[in-house]
Structures are given as structure tokens and as C-alpha cells.
């Protein structure tokens, strides 16, 4: 998968369904932006201009076509995606800022708690 995904210009997922989608970190590890539907839990992973791109459902083939075309067509646009993706992940998409996020979450509960 690693090696499909580093050999990659797009992580291409057009779900029907997904709840998070891990598969959106392990791209943007590799600095390789996702193209998704914008459907429940994919927004939670993937923040357009950051690690990727969303789109609606119904005109997803269209308009992820014309994305990826007018990205391919400028080098600068696609390293700036590339570079977007990778500071997600390093910023967000990864087990120790999910883990410091989860700390800060309790710790907030805990000071509520009477």
C-alpha cells in the first residue's frame, strides 16, 4: 500500500459511506492530497486546501476530473497540495496529536466535573 500510495499524485476515494478514513493520514504522511466525497466523517480527515479536496457526490467524476486536470497542469499548484498534505499530517493527522487532542479533551471534562 505504501509504495502504491508514494508511486501516487492523488489518494482517489469516492465513498458511498465512511466514517473517518485512515487511509486520508497515511497519504497525507506520504504528501499525497485525497480527493473524497463530502460525505459523513470524510470532512472530519480531510480539510480542503489542506490534505485534500472534497466534492458532492453526484458530480464527483466531473468535478474531481477537472480538479486533478487543472492541478497536473500546474507544477507550483500541485507542490503546494503536496506540501498542504504533509503538514496535516504532521500537525494533525497522526497518533500523537490525536493522542495530546484526546488529553486536552479530558482534561477540559475533568475541570467540569463537580
Known sequence: ???????????ILPAQGECF??????AASL?????????????TA???G???????????????TAFVLEVLSNPK???ELAIAALSEYESRLNWDASGRRVKEL???????LP
Open 1 to 11: 500500500m505504501e509504495k502504491i500510495l508514494r508511486d501516487s499524485h492523488f489518494l
Open 21 to 26: 478514513g485512515v487511509v486520508f493520514c497515511e
Open 31 to 43: 504528501g499525497v492530497p485525497s480527493l473524497a466525497t463530502r460525505i459523513v466523517g470524510v470532512p
Open 46 to 48: 480531510i480539510h480542503e
Open 50 to 64: 489542506g490534505n485534500g479536496q472534497l466534492f458532492d457526490n453526484k458530480t464527483f467524476v466531473t468535478e474531481c
Open 77 to 79: 499548484r500541485y507542490r
Open 106 to 112: 479530558a482534561a477540559q471534562l475533568v475541570g467540569k
